[in-house]
């Protein structure tokens, strides 16, 4: 069988829990309440492309979350059931070592022609679990939740690609192409850092100004709270 180095799934189980983290915040709801507003500026004029995007990828976000919260349910009872796709490998000196990957069974016994027999047999335990783990993620939904939830994520990074190069028309487009930045962006890097903390300033200020200028429409109650989360890298990668 092919090497199965990408049937590990733990960075993508990172990401989407990142992702079923990132909740929608208050300034998702101003700008809501901006895109409803009923003057008669704002009635006469046409829809601002940007926010028509935003709304679109907010949406796509939200079914990713669904989705993540309903694959992550599976693939805890899918581990229950086979365990991650793994060989026990005991080297010359006695020691056992679990690997998850044939790229990694290599690593650890090398190619010489002293450890073929032990890396065979390796293999051959690997595969078998592989298929265990194959057939229970067909039988239990696992696959076709699996692949849902990336179409939604992959459909969500186009709409956030499109967000990018569409001209915002209104104050509450250009909010929320820095809402998505920073929703997006968050979850990957240090948050405290440089440019994030420039980026959750000038949407704030964006905010307040909006609320100053149409008190009516604006009442969030809270800015947009400080996201704490850490990018995946830390996770085992095959």
């Known amino acids: 069988m092919a090497d199965s180095d990408n049937t590990m799934t733990l960075p993508f189980v990172t990401r989407r829990r990142l992702l079923a983290g990132g909740m929608i915040t208050s300034t998702a709801l101003v700008l ?3 895109a409803l507003a009923g003057n008669a500026v704002a ?5 601002d492309p940007a ?3 935003w709304r679109e990828w907010q949406t796509a976000c939200k079914l990713t979350e669904r989705l993540c919260r309903r694959q992550q349910r599976l693939e805890t009872k899918l581990v229950e059931i086979v365990g991650f796709p793994c060989a026990t490998v005991r080297l010359p000196e006695g020691e056992d070592v679990m690997v998850h990957s044939i790229r990694a069974l290599n690593e650890v016994l090398g190619k010489g022609p002293d450890m073929t ?7 051959a335990d690997f595969t078998a679990h592989q298929t265990r783990w194959d057939a229970a993620a ?5 696959t076709a939740a699996l692949r849902a939830e990336r179409e939604a994520g992959e459909r969500a990074g186009e709409l956030l690609e499109a967000l990018s190069t569409t001209p915002a028309t209104t104050l509450a487009g250009v909010a929320g192409k820095l809402d998505a930045v920073l929703r997006e962006g968050e979850a990957w890097e240090d948050c405290s850092e440089f440019p994030w903390p420039q980026i959750r300033s000038a949407l704030s200020d964006m905010v307040r100004i909006a609320e100053q200028r149409m008190p009516e429409q604006f009442f969030p109650g809270e800015r947009r709270p400080k996201l704490r989360r850490r990018r995946a890298g830390c996770c085992f990668r095959a």
């Open 43 to 47: 009635t006469s004029a046409p829809p």
């Open 32 to 34: 809501e309440k901006s």
């Open 117 to 123: 027999a032990l890396r065979e047999t390796a293999e």
């Open 51 to 53: 926010l028509t995007l």
């Open 138 to 142: 067909e039988e239990t939904g696992y």
